[in-house]
Every structure is written in C-alpha cells, then in structure tokens.
C-alpha cells in the first residue's frame, strides 16, 4: 500500500474506474433508447422545437420525396411558429450555402410549410430562390411564392382559406 493512503493501490485505482466508466455508458445507452425509441419517446418529454428538429434533419438532405414518405409538412404545420422559425433558419441556411443542398428535393417541403402557415417572413427567401439555376428548386419556389401571396391577400381580406390539399411530389 504505498504510495496510497486511501488504502488503494493503482491496479484497484483503475479497476474502479473502468467499472465507473462502463456504468455511464450503460446509462447513456439506456437513455439514449428511450429518447429515440418510438415506443418509449413518451416518457422522455420532447418541446416542439425538438420534435421539429428531429423532422428538418430527416428532411434536408432527402434526394426524392416518396408517397410512403411520413406527411413531414402536416407534422411541421402542427408544430406552429416554433417549427416556422427553425424552417427559416434552414431556409437561410440553404441561401447561403446552396451547393451543399444540390439534388436533394427537401427543400419542397420547407418552401410548402411556410407558404401554408401564411409566414410572410419567407417571402425573401422564396423570391431568392426563384432565381436559382436548379430548375425545381425554381420551379417550386415561385409556386410557394404564389400560394404564400394568395393566404397573406386573404388573410388581410379577412377571407378564410378554402382548405385545399397538398399538390402531390415527383
């Protein structure tokens, strides 16, 4: 025992700490299946700008948008301003640096959320995005552009929007 007075030697020392080191990483695993677990995602509380982070990076990089696909727009509107707020974020995100979002259709899905929620802080980011070479990307702004203008005009009219469903993607 010299060296140490704990009573301790360093073979002890490092015995303890091995087994230390194991039970946090048992309790991380534990933890982390229950958050990400359906199942059990109930009992782990989750705030709407979580859930909608969890929806915008399954989201941002998807190369095609499938009818099998989650409804990730529904979800997103569900959410209300907390997930609007983190779509522009994105969508500024995606403005600044457009190479890294190339041939991935996501952004449908973002452009479709905020013209939907009536958001007229996107109307910069769409108009921008009008320009854009990708001829979907294009394609796809100015239609979210125009449904945008439609709900803020019938908005200030004090016109209730006629719910219309969600044109389907390719």
């Known amino acids: 025992m010299q060296g140490s007075r ?8 490092r015995d303890l700490w091995a087994i230390l080191m194991v039970f ?5 695993l534990i933890a982390g ?9 109930g009992l782990v509380p989750v705030t709407p700008e979580d859930q909608a982070a969890q929806i915008i990076e399954q989201v941002r990089f ?11 727009r529904s979800a997103l509107l569900k959410l209300g301003p907390p997930a609007y707020d983190l779509v522009l974020a994105e969508l500024k995100t995606m403005q600044q640096h457009p190479e890294r979002y190339r041939g991935g259709r996501g952004y449908v899905i ?13 109307l910069p980011y769409l108009t921008h995005f009008e320009s ?3 001829t979907w990307v294009h394609h796809y702004a100015l ?17 209730t ?3 219309r469903p969600p044109e389907p993607y390719e």
């Open 6 to 13: 704990s009573g301790y030697n360093d073979s002890m020392k």
């Open 24 to 28: 946090v990483l048992a309790l991380a």
């Open 33 to 41: 299946t229950v958050y990400y677990h359906p199942r059990l995602r």
């Open 62 to 72: 998807k190369e095609a948008l499938r009818g099998d696909d989650p409804d990730y």
């Open 110 to 122: 973002f452009f479709d959320v905020m013209a939907a929620a009536g958001d007229e802080r996107a």
């Open 132 to 134: 854009d070479p990708d």
């Open 143 to 159: 239609l979210s552009r125009e449904d945008l203008e439609e709900k803020l005009r019938e908005i200030r009219l004090g016109i």
């Open 161 to 163: 929007p006629s719910p």
